[in-house]
């Protein structure tokens, strides 16, 4: 399984402008194959901070995904709204398990 996870900021004031394309790409991007998790979550104390949570069934799957059209209009809203800073992770999970 492939785990990605990190974090997107934007100005605060451009939360709202974003919303409609983060839903959408959110949307697109459950109903792709391998898909088993994608979440976007506004920071509770951080206003413009965007937490990205996903899950993947392999990396042929995450790559895919990289390159659908939802994904370049993403970029291109991301870009629009101006983004402040990125970090984002790829990793890869040997086995899983419930605490």
């Not at 959408?24 to 951080?46: L, N, P, Q």
Request: glycine fraction near 8%; charge should be negative; charged fraction near 20%.
């Amino acid at each position: 399984m492939i785990l990605v996870a990190g974090t997107i900021r934007i100005a605060a004031d451009k939360q709202n402008a974003l919303q409609p394309a983060a839903l959408t790409m959110i949307e697109k991007t459950r109903a792709e194959e391998g898909c088993h998790v994608y979440s976007f979550g506004w920071d509770m104390v951080e206003p413009g901070l965007i937490r990205i949570y996903e899950e993947w069934q392999s990396q042929a799957h995450l790559a895919a995904h990289i390159a659908t059209g939802h994904m370049a209009d993403w970029r291109a809203a991301l870009a629009e709204v101006g983004v402040l800073d990125r970090n984002v992770k790829i990793f890869q999970a040997e086995q899983t398990g419930s605490v």
